[in-house]
């Protein structure tokens, strides 16, 4: 059974950081790619960052550079390092692998809220 167990949000001040980690199971990590995705109130679930196999990374035009995706693939392990939020990035935060061009392969965990706000 596959499972996504996304952690790390929280509260932060716009201009702050968090790092957001997304813990795997049920399938063989090391071979697929991987995306994190996030979902605003009364809005649609968005990509927001990929990562291959290989490292190469992909991010949607609002968070390229100030997020990085990364994945350690010892830990079956995806992360999200955010670097200075704005509130537009107040969201819940989620992992899985893709089903492309904008969907997602599996069945979603219960993400990881992250509040931008002072």
């Known amino acids: 059974q596959v499972q996504f167990v996304e952690s790390g949000g929280g509260l932060v001040q716009p201009g702050g950081s968090l790092r957001l980690s997304c813990a795997t199971s049920?399938?063989?990590?090391?071979?697929?790619?991987m995306n994190w995705f996030r979902q605003a109130p009364g809005k649609e679930r968005e990509l927001v960052a990929g990562?291959?196999?290989?490292?190469?990374?992909t991010y949607v035009a609002s968070v390229k550079g100030r997020f990085t995706i990364s994945r350690d693939n010892r830990k079956n392990t995806v992360y999200l390092q955010m670097n200075s939020l704005k509130p537009d990035d107040t969201a819940v935060y989620y992992c899985?692998?893709?089903?492309?061009?904008?969907?997602?392969?599996?069945?979603w965990g219960q993400g990881t809220q992250v509040t931008v706000s002072s």
């Open positions: 899985n692998v893709p089903n492309y061009p904008n969907g997602a392969r599996f069945s």
């Open positions: 049920g399938f063989t990590f090391s071979r697929y790619d």
């Open positions: 990562i291959n196999p290989g490292g190469s990374t």
